[in-house]
């Protein structure tokens, strides 16, 4: 098993920036890749970026250039820096784990408000 737990958002003006964090607890040697997810008032869930066991992070076109994946291994944490925010990036941010049996892990989620 899997636990997620995000935090680190807020309300911020357009231009700002937050930075997301996700700790992750439990079975940690068994996941395969971590992503973020967001979803936006009346929107489906939609892939942020991802991020390998080996490293290797890829982005939605929509927030390529501005928003980074990370993770920090000793601490257990993924992060999700977000520059430059937009309006259009407000959402419930979530943090996911998919392990190498290919189950699904998610947190509770974060809101993220980016005023104009």
């Known amino acids: 098993q899997v636990q997620l737990v995000e935090s680190g958002g807020g309300l911020v003006q357009t231009g700002g920036s937050l930075r997301l964090s996700c700790v992750v607890s439990?079975?940690?040697?068994?996941?395969?890749?971590m992503g973020w997810y967001r979803q936006g008032p009346g929107k489906q869930r939609e892939l942020v970026a991802l991020?390998?066991?080996?490293?290797?992070?890829s982005y939605a076109d929509s927030v390529k250039g501005r928003f980074t994946i990370s993770r920090n291994n000793a601490k257990d944490t993924m992060y999700l820096q977000m520059n430059y925010l937009k309006p259009e990036d407000t959402a419930l941010y979530y943090c996911?784990?998919?392990?190498?049996?290919?189950?699904?892990?998610w947190g509770q989620g974060t809101q993220v408000t980016v005023s104009s």
């Open positions: 996911n784990a998919v392990s190498w049996n290919s189950r699904d892990y």
């Open positions: 439990g079975t940690i040697f068994s996941i395969k890749v």
């Open positions: 991020i390998t066991s080996g490293g290797t992070a």
